[in-house]
């Protein structure tokens, strides 16, 4: 399981945004090694979900706080201005995306990572 930050680096989580880089270059050199003997490998990379933060709690408050704004408007805000479906994802659509891609119905989808972004990460 990749994510959004791996793509796209995500302030403040320098470290956890270069492990999730690692499993997009893994997902492509496993899909390398691993074609041959008919093995897919794709990655999903969920974006902001309803079950996750946005940041730290703290660092949320913070800047909740300096906006003169309570948290759940700050989510809010964020949401709309940074993914284009102005909402968070659901667990579900992970899951949907995951069972999807374990079908054959996905026979041919190999050596990349898919978004499950709401339209906030690109490819």
Not at 78 to 107: H, M, Q, W
Request: glycine letters at 10%.
């Amino acid at each position: 399981m990749a994510s959004e930050s791996g793509s796209e680096g995500s302030q403040g989580q320098s470290v956890y945004a270069a492990t999730k880089a690692a499993v997009y270059n893994l997902t492509r050199s496993w899909a390398k090694e691993l074609g041959k003997y008919n093995v897919r490998v794709v990655g999903v990379a969920p974006g902001i979900l309803e079950a996750t933060a946005l940041r730290s709690e703290e660092y949320e408050r913070a800047l909740a706080y300096t906006r003169g704004i309570n948290l759940k408007e700050l989510r809010e805000r964020y949401k709309k201005a940074a993914i284009p479906l102005g909402r968070s994802g659901k667990l579900s659509e992970v899951a949907n995306t995951v069972c999807f891609l374990a079908s054959d119905r996905s026979a041919y989808i190999h050596g990349t990572v898919i978004n499950v972004s709401g339209g906030k990460t690109r490819a």
